[in-house]
Nanobody
Framework: QVQLVESGGGLVQPGGSLRLSCAAS????????LGWFRQAPGKEREGVLC????????YYSDSVKDRFTISRDNAKNTVYLQMNNLKPEAAAVYYC????????????????WGQGSQVTVAS
């Protein structure tokens, strides 16, 4: 049974940093890519970035380049999203998702989803 569980969300001030975690179970994470998505109220869900099994990264959103990074710890079966210099526009529910692929695909090819973690950016 594939499960993805996000954690680490919360309230942060503009310019602050936050790290989200995605713990995977039911499959061997080191063989698969994993992506992060976000959805703001009243908006469609959008892709943020992805990490492949080879540790290569793909940015789906230009707005987070040089501020967000993704990494994995295969021993812990966990993927992380490090968010620095957060802007109010980054406030959203963040989801991790997995495709049945070892490399980062398009945003339409993800099969498994976590429940989401709320990130609030405010003074």
């Amino acid at each position: 049974q594939v499960q993805l569980v996000e954690s680490g969300g919360g309230l942060v001030q503009p310019g602050g940093s936050l790290r989200l975690s995605c713990a995977a179970s039911g499959f061997t994470l080191d063989y698969y890519a994993l992506g992060w998505f976000r959805q703001a109220p009243g908006k469609e869900r959008e892709g943020v970035l992805c990490i492949g099994a080879s540790n290569s990264s793909t940015y789906y959103s230009d707005s987070v380049k040089d501020r967000f990074t993704i990494s994995r710890d295969n021993a812990k079966n966990t993927v992380y999203l490090q968010m620095n210099n957060l802007k109010p526009e980054a406030a959203a529910v963040y989801y991790c998702a997995a495709p049945e692929l070892s490399f980062c695909p398009t945003v339409y090819e993800y099969e498994y989803w976590g429940q989401g973690s709320q990130v609030t950016v405010a003074s």
